[in-house]
């Protein structure tokens, strides 16, 4: 049976609660940092819709959470997954929002796109880690 979650549980909690995905566990623990909610939402831009994985009602604040680890043996993402990865803070850079997030769960995915992206120009997007630690 899925565990309740209360207003008193912590932000570590949060993140080690195994029956939530990854992206909800994330989702719940910014809610708690910001005081909003931080549902889906589809957004078109330019020619094309886009689903964020994390958009406050009012606007504020808009993210996007990816998870998993896709690195080759020379501990580069692999080519696809990083265009996957830019394509994502190409969006975010595309909307109007005081705070985007980009949020990574995994600590050497995060470390690889932040080396990778050196020199990109990735404008006003908060690149975070919000490692998640499963206990199961």
Known sequence: MPRKISDEVSTEEFL??????????VREALEKEFGKKLPKKRVTIGYYTHEFDLFSKDGTIVGEV???????R?????????????????YLMSVKA???????????????FNKMITG???KDVEIR??????TW
């Open 16 to 25: 080690k609660l195994p029956d939530k995905s990854n992206e909800q566990r």
């Open 66 to 72: 990816k998870s998993g680890r896709d690195l080759n």
């Open 74 to 90: 020379n501990g580069k993402i692999k080519a696809y997954r990083f265009a996957e990865l830019c394509l994502d803070c190409l």
């Open 98 to 112: 005081e705070k985007k997030l980009f949020v990574l769960t995994d600590r050497k995915m995060f470390g690889a």
């Open 120 to 122: 990109l120009p990735i």
């Open 129 to 134: 880690l919000i490692e998640l630690k499963n």
